[in-house]
């Protein structure tokens, strides 16, 4: 048996939080030892929204930088940037071909953002789940390792492959598209805002104090959490819907601490606020000091950056238009136009 694909990626908007590293890629960097593992940065999602060139450019140079930093290592993974593989804009459109509409409107994550957009909607921030489903079925990936709120577009990415193209242009025994599996833990995968506890912690909140970003210094870590909203009640708990912030801030303590909930509860149980922030700031700072030292000489040396970037571009390419090649033979398009 061949050994299982996994398939994931970040979008290259702003700085990367600590939602996007335990929600997803501290997940990836487990999953290299025993899978054959794809990662992208998705800047053709990035651009979903209003955006500056330039800063998209940066963007996707860091947000590859912190990928390795975060301990995913380029001689077993595929590290990649989407736009530099045609492979998945043309998916797209295939699939956007055979999309009912209504299936994209149902899509929560797009009614939160249109409604904060307004009449400035743009119709790829509709599509944008039609080309993850691309990025996804490209590679034919078994498993795809990403937070709670990504769960709605997994789910419409089977139904794409399964229902609208497998029992339409393949077989039971021959289908032409893999059907993949979210994989969501439970550790990690919906890490709150730390100004609202009952709010994701989000890149795209106005408010930076909501955040912990993982290139943010020591100090600012330090004054965030200081600042972070929090109850009237002594200790420290889990599972108290009245106590969402006391809920977030502990699970962040067990996960960045490794001390696991059971041992953070009871270690906290008794502590008050006033001794349980400088634990949080100091922990977070620590589990992040490796990450932001391995980032610094990343970014150092760029030309490398790029040659992990170009080998991974050719590699993905060949992966991909092998799969495109495929469903476009199934849909009926001539052969031979797909270049690796
Ligand atoms: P994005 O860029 O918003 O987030 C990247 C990953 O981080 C997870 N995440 C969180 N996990 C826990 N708590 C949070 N507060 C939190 N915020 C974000 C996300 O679930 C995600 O796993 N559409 C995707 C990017 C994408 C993709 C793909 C992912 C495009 N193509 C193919 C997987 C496979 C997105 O916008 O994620």
Redesign the pocket.
Known sequence: MSTPRV???????GS??????????RNWVDLQQSHDTFF?V?DL??VTVPHDPAQLAADTRSTAALYLACGIDPNQSTVFV?SQVSAHAELGWLLNCVTPLNWLERMI?FKEKALKQGDNVSVGLLD??V???A??LLYD?DL????????Q??EL?RDIAQQRINSRFGSDEQPVLKVPKPM?LKD??????LTDGTA????SDPNESS?INLLDPPELITKKIKRAKTDPQMGLEFDNSERPEADNLLGLYALLSGAGREAAASECAGMGWGKFKPLLAETVVEALRPVQERYQSIQADPAELDRVLAAGRDRAATVANTTLERVKASMGFLPGTARS
Do not use: F
């Open positions: 398939l994931s990626g970040v979008q290259p908007t990367l939080h600590l939602g996007n590293w335990l929600g997803a890629i992208c998705v999602h990035a989407q994550q944008y789940p080309l993850m489903a990025d996804i990936a795809v390792p990403v937070g709670e709120d990504q769960k577009h997994l990415a969501i990690g995968a919906r890490v709150m805002s994701k912690m989000s890149k955040r």
